[in-house]
């Protein structure tokens, strides 16, 4: 496959970035790998075809999705061992970032064959692009857990992280999920990046304590796919008032562990908080 393969008899994987939404955000080299490609695997074959027949390139395309990716690993596989080279896509943006593609990769990688990133459209750097954030580093959770007490929990370990927060998050459960970051984070900073490239794109920037109702003022907020960046935890000293945080902590966490995180992120001395926990342990308790 041109310069891009360095041998005619072994086949290799190409791991191939599409458009997030629009399709004419996607790279000459990438349209060369599918139109060169023995096999495009891909996350939906509609998805797959409608962006190939745009670019007018043949609309062949084999099934890879979540639900089938273990299997079809083996299939893949196949096909290199055979020379052919197989473009995996998904419907948007860079295989194996919170979509398929990571199985396969991996499989491919441990069989030793030649596994190739054809990098291009991002939700996350895209959203990253024209948030504003000024933090040296960002942490990209991709999904939380849909369900409350995990999605808490998973945010309530992050209370203390100094990094710029990155969460993909889907319209039915926006709302739910910026509640809970406004209530376990505190006072920070928001970007709301929606439908990223799409005709109704919109970045919104505000406090994340009234991000909730902004979005619930307007039906059409809550629509479409969301990318949610998040201000870093500012640093604490332990002259800061650290009650709060525990409190927060011991909500969602054993009172050991809620204890030795107070302490590591505030300074505060360990005998002053353990008594707090327990005082509010005993007072929960009546």
Request: aromatic share 4%; charged share 20%; hydrophobic share 45%.
């Amino acid at each position: 496959m041109s310069a891009d393969h360095d041998d005619g008899r072994v086949g290799a994987l190409y791991v191939v970035a599409t458009p997030i939404g629009n399709l004419e955000d996607i790279t000459l080299r990438a349209l060369r790998v599918l139109k060169e490609a023995d096999v495009v695997a891909a996350e939906d074959t509609r998805v797959a075809s409608h962006l190939l027949a745009h670019h007018g390139l043949p609309t062949r395309a084999v099934s890879l999705h979540q639900h089938n990716e273990r299997a079809m690993a083996d299939r893949v596989l196949g096909w290199l061992s055979q020379g052919k080279n197989v473009a995996l896509v998904t419907d948007a943006g860079t295989p194996g970032i919170s979509d398929p593609g990571a199985i396969v990769v991996r499989a491919a990688l441990e069989s030793g064959r030649r596994v190739i990133p054809v990098p291009g459209p991002s939700a996350l750097a895209a959203a990253l692009s024209v948030s504003g954030r000024g933090e040296a580093s960002m942490l990209f959770s991709g999904f939380l857990p849909s369900a409350r007490a995990a999605r808490r929990k998973a945010i309530t370990a992050l209370v203390q992280e100094p990094a710029a927060l990155v969460f993909y998050e889907a319209p039915h459960r926006v709302l739910e999920c910026v509640r809970d970051l406004a209530e376990l984070l505190g006072e920070r900073s928001l970007v709301i990046a929606r439908e990223l490239t799409k005709v109704f794109e919109s970045i919104h920037t505000l406090p994340l304590a009234e991000a909730a109702d902004w979005l619930a003022a307007d039906p059409n907020r809550i629509r479409g796919e969301f990318v949610l960046v998040v201000s870093g935890a500012q640093p604490s000293s332990p002259s800061e008032d650290w009650h709060g945080l525990l409190d927060v902590l011991l909500g969602e966490l054993p009172l050991a562990q809620a204890v030795r995180l107070t302490c590591a992120a505030s300074g505060a001395k360990r005998k002053a908080v353990y008594e707090r926990a327990l005082a509010r342990r005993d007072a929960a308790a009546l």
